[in-house]
């Protein structure tokens, strides 16, 4: 197997646990991280011996905490445009795609692209300290990776109104009572209660499963259209304002003024 930068590999069995490995930046996802999980996915898709995938964040606090905002803070709507493009293609639609389970384990903060990240993946078990909310508005920005469409259909639209539009952090607790978490577990049981899942995904028969995945996902074709609105709509935020103010209070480690236009 490739060695990779920001990415732990683990392959136990039929499962391979896939740790994104960047604590000191709360595993932020930055386009490398990108490149090298559409690389590592590629490599377990191509194993006939794996069966199924546990995707979890390094450290205790964070599974993801978004996109890496010091990366796309000086973008233009073209530049937000391919980023978000290109994020979706190579890790979130990738993972929706993928015709093994892959199963998220939301060990810590999930925001932005992290609960994208997770609502991407087929099922989300959270540890109790779990944290998520897509905080993008408070950037001057909108989620490009898929929030907006995803969070809608996993949780209903009421409360993507309100999450997107508020900016705020859930917990676990709440998480689970919307349906964006299947279970929660303590912190230390968290891995050991996602490989359980994935082994008893893996004794059942893999060609069974890529079918019912396939089937599963017919039924959210006709949202193409969405995924395609929210990148324009993302990548006119960067002509704002609001998106350099807002960008720059979080690089500035200040509250945004927004001035609204
Ligand atoms: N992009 C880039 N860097 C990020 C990041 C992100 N999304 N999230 C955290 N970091 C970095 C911080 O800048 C900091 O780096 P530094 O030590 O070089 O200053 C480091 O990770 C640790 O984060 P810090 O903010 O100091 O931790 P905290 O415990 O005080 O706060 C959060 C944790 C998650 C509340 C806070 O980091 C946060 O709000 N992150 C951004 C979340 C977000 O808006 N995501 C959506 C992006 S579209």
Redesign the pocket.
């Known amino acids: 197997m490739e060695s990779y930068k920001f990415l732990l590999i683990e392959k136990s069995g039929p499962v391979v646990r896939i740790t994104i490995n960047r604590p000191?930046?709360?595993n932020?996802l930055n386009r490398e991280v990108i490149r090298e999980l559409n690389q590592a996915l590629g490599e377990a898709e191509d194993d006939t011996s794996v069966r199924a995938l546990v995707v979890t964040g390094a450290g205790e606090?964070?599974f993801v905490?978004?996109?890496?905002?010091?990366e796309f803070a000086h973008f233009n709507p073209e530049e937000a445009r391919q980023l978000a493009a290109e994020g979706q293609e190579r890790l979130f639609n990738f993972i929706e795609n993928f015709p093994k389970p892959v199963i998220a384990a939301v060990n810590g903060?999930a925001?932005?692209?992290g609960l994208e990240l997770a609502l991407a993946c087929h099922i989300r078990l959270g540890s109790t300290t779990a944290q998520v909310g897509l905080?993008?508005v408070?950037?001057g920005?909108i989620p490009g990776y898929g929030g907006t469409q995803r969070l809608a259909r996993v949780a209903g639209l009421g409360i993507a109104y309100e999450l997107i539009t508020t900016a705020s952090r859930i917990n676990a607790e709440r998480a689970l009572a919307v349906g964006i978490f299947n279970h929660v577990y303590p912190p230390d049981q968290l891995l050991e209660e996602a490989h359980k899942l994935a082994e008893k995904i893996a004794a059942n028969s893999p060609v069974a499963i890529r079918a019912a995945l396939s089937a599963i996902r017919a039924g959210y074709r006709a949202l193409a259209a969405g995924f395609d609105a929210e990148i324009e709509a993302f990548a006119r935020c960067f002509a704002s304002e609001d998106f350099k103010e807002g960008t720059s209070a979080?690089l500035e480690k200040r509250k945004p003024k927004f001035p609204g236009r």
């Open positions: 000191e930046k709360l932020a606090k964070a905490a978004g996109a890496d905002i010091s903060y925001l932005g692209g905080p993008e408070s950037l920005v979080f």
